[in-house]
């Protein structure tokens, strides 16, 4: 897989720390932090946009790191 150029993050307010997200991410960019909520390591994130379609929270967004704009 390539990198998009844009990275995921997701916001802790939605998290619930269900590990769904860490299991789908191909790169394993995703790990638990302690208080289960998920964090996404951006310098393994390739933007692949796997972690933001399966979350029912709606937690993981992709952003653009020149702007840090939300993009989806
Ligand atoms: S799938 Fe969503 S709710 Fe579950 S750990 Fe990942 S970001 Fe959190
Ligand atoms: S966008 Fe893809 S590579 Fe990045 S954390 Fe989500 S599932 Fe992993």
Same mark, same amino acid.
Request: proline share 0%; glycine share 28%; net charge neutral.
């Given at each position: 897989m390539e990198k998009t150029g844009k990275t995921a993050l997701i916001d802790r307010e939605k998290c *619930? /720390?269900?590990g769904a997200c860490i299991q789908a991410c191909p790169v394993n960019a995703i790990q638990m932090e302690p208080g289960f909520r998920s964090v996404v390591l951006p310098e393994r994130? *390739? /933007?692949?946009g796997t972690c933001v379609e399966l979350c029912h929270q709606k937690a993981p967004s992709l952003r653009s790191p020149q702007t840090e704009a939300q993009v989806v």
């Open positions: *619930i /720390g269900c994130c *390739i /933007g692949c």
